[in-house]
């Protein structure tokens, strides 16, 4: 801005004009902290940052028990109506069969079909599970051998 212009505007309400005057010494504040004020301002920024880390980690916490607390209670109902609907199947599969190869047979075959299927998912889940422990066995041994 060249010099005069701002001559036109207006300083801010309840300013002084001391405010807007230049500094004499701009570090002079600085100079005479010690070092000792120093770490004790360090000091209250660090515990109050934890503080505010603290009440952040529990509210997130609160949120996920709340969460996952949800979560069990759909799956649950869902895992109870996902069953019902797999009684529901496996009868009308003895009764559709019942007729082409008779009462015992069909009831035999939907049992064997559904045990088939119970295994498959079971073969399943301890290849996962086992996968899963491989992984946390891996993590820790490899901890040990970098701190020991």
Request: charged share 20%.
């Amino acid at each position: 801005m060249p010099p005069g212009e701002d001559d036109f505007v207006a300083p801010p309400r309840g300013a002084s004009d001391e405010a807007f005057a230049p500094v004499d010494e701009p570090f002079s504040s600085a100079g005479r902290r010690s070092l000792v004020e120093d770490f004790e301002a360090l000091v209250s920024d660090l515990r109050i940052y934890f503080d505010a880390e603290i009440a952040f980690q529990k509210t997130r916490a609160a949120f996920m028990a709340d969460s996952l607390k949800r979560t069990i209670v759909f799956a649950t109902v869902g895992a109870f109506f996902a069953m019902l609907a797999t009684i529901g199947l496996a009868i009308g599969a003895i009764i559709a069969l019942t007729p082409i190869i008779g009462p015992w047979a069909a009831t035999a075959l939907v049992v064997v079909v559904l045990l088939v299927a119970a295994g498959v998912f079971l073969w399943k889940a301890s290849a996962s599970w086992s996968g899963m422990m491989h992984a946390v066995r891996d993590d820790k041994t490899e901890e040990s051998t970098d701190n020991g």
